[in-house]
């Protein structure tokens, strides 16, 4: 019988191994993407495609060519190339795709060796958190008009977002059943189709109550339960909302923070910590499997706290002298 060992045959097993695992459809393109533009680098430079010959150097001078050679946005389809190299998260997702499809190759036995054990994870630089403050928030949502339909769901939309954290497509995939308003909880499904209960304060309940009952338009066909529909009373898509967002900060004035799903979810979590929530149910509200990425909104908020007390210390306030 015929081994298979061609890198693009092994590509294909590897998107179903994914797809059977309950990874994403997202989360598969992600790590197949990545994996293309492998074999299209090895096979561009001359280099074997076949996995039993690919060495530790040839994976050694991909993340090397990655670092000098590619602009940001450069092998994205949806984005205009970046005169910027590439970040250093994005060549470490490369090689934490590379690691984890090696893996799977040395443990299905399709290599009696695995090349990326010699191969180190690059750091990734420190990541610097945007959030939005008070004044901006209420610049935003004082720019909306809520008299109409379509303000009404956009205000709606903005204050989900800042009083849950949820990601972007969570929110894109509620449908009107996720909604339990008695309870005051939201049924988001996230990644790898996994589902939480999400609690939403008593304002948001009344914003979704009124939007329920007032403003949601009937949908285009009976069957659509999506909870936010556009224009044509279809389901919004994360694109749809995602514009929505930059279309109402650019109106509201709104500069030097990006304003997008993803800021409202990091000035969720780093006002919840900082009005007295716990980590624990920090990372359980977000979705997060483990604490790592939770500790970036602890040292955020922290270094909130560091500031304040800087500003508001009793002693330097009443001028007590040492």
Known sequence: MQSVTQLQQLLEGYRLCCMAEGKSPATTRWYTGKLQIFKAYLKGNGFPTDVTRISTGHIRAFLAHLRSDVKADENNPNKPTRDQPLSSRTIQGYARTLKAFYSWLYREGYVNDNPMKLVK??????IIVETLTERQIRRLLKAIDCTTPLGFRDRCIILILLDTGIRLSELAGLTINDVDLESGE????????KQR???IGANVQ?????????YRPDPAYPSIDSL?????CMPMSPDSIY???KRRSQKAGIHGVRCSPHTFRHTFAKNFLLNGGD?????KILGHTSLEVVRMYVNLASDDVLSQHRKYSPVDVMGLKP
Request: hydrophobic share 45%; proline share 5%.
């Open 206 to 214: 009344k914003a979704l109550w009124k939007y329920l009952n007032k």
């Open 228 to 232: 936010f529909l556009n224009r044509m």
């Open 243 to 245: 514009r929505m967002i």
């Open 121 to 126: 994870i690059p750091k990734a630089s420190k």
């Open 279 to 283: 980590v624990f149910t920090l990372q």
């Open 197 to 199: 209960l999400v609690p």
């Open 186 to 193: 939201l049924k988001v499904t996230g990644k790898g189709q």
